[in-house]
DNA sequence: CCATCTTTGTGCACGCGTTCACAAAGACAT
DNA sequence: ATGTCTTTGTGAACGCGTGCACAAAGATGG
C-alpha cells in the first residue's frame, strides 16, 4: 500500500486501475443481461467471451473489486450486478443537465438509456431563446441565463455539452463554476477545466478518421506483399517545396 | 527493428503506434485552426498546448510520419496538415453509409462535420418501411433490402451503424458481407467481426458511468481522510446471501 | 564566417496494462 | 471423509506508452 499521495490525484482511484473503471461497464451490460434471462452464475470464461475480452483480465479486473466468484462455479450474477453497480455509483441518482438542445442535444434527450442505468436528465438547456418553454423529449427547454441556478437547485454534477465548438469553453466554465465536476463534451473541442473535474469527451470525427487510416493502410496492403507502399517506392518523404504536395505548400 | 511479424496483424501499422494514430486527429485540428488564421509556423510546445498533449509526446508522434520541423524555427502548419491528411487517408474520398435512421442516427445524417473530412454520407438505410423515401437531411432514406447493393454501388467501405442494440450484430454481419471494412457501432452491443474488419464504439453510457465512478470518489473522499468509506466499517465483502444486498440477492 | 540561441528529434527509464500459467480453493461425487 | 475436477485469484514477465532531459541541427545576428 502506501502507493498513492504522491501528487498523483486523478490516475488511480482507491486501487482500481483506470482501464478496470472503463471495463466495468461493459461487464454490467453482460451481466444484465445475464440476468434477464434468469442465468444464476456464469464462469470468468463465459462472460468474458460476451464482453469482449480476455478472460484473465477480467478476473483481475473483478479482483479489484474483491473477492467475489468460488472456484470452481463462478460468479453469481445478481450479486456481481449489484456489487459493479455500487462500485460505479449507480445505486444513487444522478441528475444530469444537457446544454445545447440541437439535433445532437435533441437525441439524447430523448434517450431511454440515460434513465436506465441511474441518470436522469434533470435539465435540458439552450441559448437560444426560440428554444425557451419548447418541449423537448417531454421537458421544457430551458434558457442558458437561468444556468446557475438550475445546476444548483437540482444538485446537478454532471454535465452534458452539445453546443457548437466555439460555445463548449464558455458553457463549460459556467458549469464548472455552478458546482458541476464532471463533464461529457460532444463539441469538437479541447476542454481546459480546473483540477478536481473531470472531462471526457466523444468525438464522432476522430473515430471516422481513425478507421480512414486503418481502411487506408488495408487498401494499401492489398497488392504488395510487404505493405510498404504500392505506389512510386523510395519517396519517403521530402522537405522541397515542388514534386511532393499538389500546391498547398506555403512558400 | 523486426519487431513485427509475431503474429500481430491489427496493433502496430506500418510503424506508427494506435496511440499516436489516436492522436493525430487532435493535431490536425488544432493546426487546421492555425491555418484558417494564417499562422505560418507554430512551435512543439505552441501546438501541444493548442492539442492538450505533452510537447514531447507531440514530437515523438510527428518523428514516426518523418522528420518534417525545422529546429530553432517549428513545424509549418500547411504542410504538417498536408502530411498528417495523408497520413490518416484524409486526401481521399470516404463515402459512408449511416444504418439507423432514428434519433441518433438523423442527428448523425444532419451533422456538418462529416464532409469537412472527406467522409461524405452516400446513403440513408433504415428497415422501417414508413421511412423509406423519406428525406432527411436533404437525402432520400432508403430501405435496408437494398442494402448490399447500395454498399456494392457507391464502393463504401466505411458504415455507420445506430440501430437499436438488438439488431445491430445482424446489421454488422449484413455490412461486412457486403464488403464493409470498419464500422463505427454506437448501439450498445459487442459486435463480432471476422479479422480484417475494424470497429470503434461510441457508447454514452459507458462515458457516463465512468464519470460517476469518479464523480463518487470524489464526494466519498470528501470527508475522511483516507477514503476508504463513510458508512459502516470492516464490512469488507462477504458472500452471504443476506444483510448485505439489498433484496437483490437470488436464492 | 563564426557565435549564439532556439527548438527539434530521440535515447532512456519508468510505470501501467495485458497475458500467461499455475497453485490454491472449493464444489461435487463416491 | 476423501479424491477428483473445475475455476478462481494472482505472481511474474513482457510490451506499450509516457515524459524527462539533452545533444544535434539549423536559423539568425554580428
Ligand atoms: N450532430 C451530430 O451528430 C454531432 C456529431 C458529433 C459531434 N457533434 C457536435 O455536437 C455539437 C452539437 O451538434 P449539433 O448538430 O446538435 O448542432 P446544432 O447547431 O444543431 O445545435 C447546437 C445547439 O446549441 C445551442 N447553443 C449555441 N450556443 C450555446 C450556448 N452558448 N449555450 C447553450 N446553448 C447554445 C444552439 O442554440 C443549438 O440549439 C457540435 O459541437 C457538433 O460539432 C454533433
Ligand atoms: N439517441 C441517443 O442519444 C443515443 C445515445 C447513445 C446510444 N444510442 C444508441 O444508438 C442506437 C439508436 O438510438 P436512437 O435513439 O436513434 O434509436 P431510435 O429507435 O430512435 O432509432 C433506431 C432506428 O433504427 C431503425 N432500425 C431498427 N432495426 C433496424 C434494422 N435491422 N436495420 C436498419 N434499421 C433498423 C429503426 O427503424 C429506427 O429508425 C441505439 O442502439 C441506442 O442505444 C443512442
Redo the contacts between chains.
Sequence with gaps: MATGRTHRP?TR??GIPEAT??R???Y???LTALSERSV?TVSSEELAA???VNSAKLRKDFSYL???G?RGVGY????L???ISR????T?D?P?VIVGIG??G???A??G??A????RVAALIDADPAMAGKPVAGMPVQHTDDLEKIITDNGV??GVIATPAGAAQQVCDRLVAAGV????NFA?T?L?VPD?V?V?K?????????????????AGEEGSGD??AAPAAAQ??R?GPDGD??A???A
Design positions: 486523478a482511484s482507491r473503471v472503463a466495468l461497464p461493459l454490467l451490460r453482460a444464476p460476451a464482453a469482449g474483491g473477492s467475489y468460488t453469481d450474477v445478481e450479486y450486478v449489484y456489487q462500485e460505479l455509483g449507480l444513487q444522478w444530469v439535433n445532437l435533441a437525441a439524447l430523448n434517450y438509456g440515460f436506465s442505468r441511474g441518470f454534477s454532471i465536476t464532471s463533464i461529457l469538437p479541447v481546459s478536481g473531470d471526457r466523444v468525438d464522432l470525427s476522430i473515430e471516422l478518421q481513425i478507421l480512414a487510416f486503418h481502411e487506408q493502410r488495408k505493405g510498404t519517403e518523404h522537405k504536395v499538389p498547398v505548400m506555403p
